[in-house]
């Protein structure tokens, strides 16, 4: 929990996870901060039954190339967390980056029916940054590690009533 208070969402898993298989794509800028978020939602998804036997990392150069990894692992994982950094710098750059890359992995996530959950971090400053790392504003890599879970139990919940998730196939 943070000075102010502000903790991760709680999360009790309802189905299994014996099986479910997690990739963890990291950008390689602002490494210190991304490797953070990585850490921290791979220590979370090991807490919850998720070893690491079963957690994959793939690393790419930058924010820009995330969702083309995650387009790769999709089919052999349940869910894909992604972790990135874009800190504002003199010029619009980091509006084009976000909103591409935001795009795409929702795109990725409603074509596929499968949890592509967003850890980029979109800030101004290094110190918001490692703000929504480990607090005052937030614990990112433990609530995007909590939110796959639940889209997987709630994916799950729905197949187990009859109601197939809807998603292009990846094989």
Same mark, same amino acid.
């Given at each position: ?19 479910? @298989? ?8 602002? +490494? ?8 921290? +939602? ?14 994959? @990392? ?12 995650a387009r790769w692992v999709l089919g052999r ?51 918001q940054a490692l703000a929504r790392v480990h ?11 909590? +939110? ?24």
């Open positions: 929990m943070s000075a102010d208070g502000h903790e991760a969402a709680p999360y009790n898993p309802t189905t299994d996870h014996g099986s479910t @298989r997690i990739a963890l794509v990291t950008a390689a800028w602002h +490494a210190d901060i991304v490797d953070q978020l990585h850490d921290t +939602a791979a220590a979370e998804l090991e807490r919850l039954g998720i070893g690491t036997d079963r957690q994959e @990392r793939l690393s790419v150069p930058g924010t820009f190339e995330i969702p083309l990894a994982v349940d869910a894909v967390l992604c972790f990135g950094c874009v800190i504002q710098g003199e010029t619009r750059h980091n509006e084009y980056i976000n909103q591409s890359v935001f795009s795409a992995l929702q795109s990725l996530m409603l074509g596929t029916g499968k949890p592509v959950i967003n850890g980029i971090l979109t800030t101004h400053t290094r110190e607090g005052p504003v937030g614990w990112k890599g433990i609530e995007c590690a909590r +939110a796959a879970l639940q889209l997987i139990d709630l994916q799950r919940s729905q197949a187990d009533k009859g109601r197939p998730p809807v998603g292009l196939r990846l094989d």
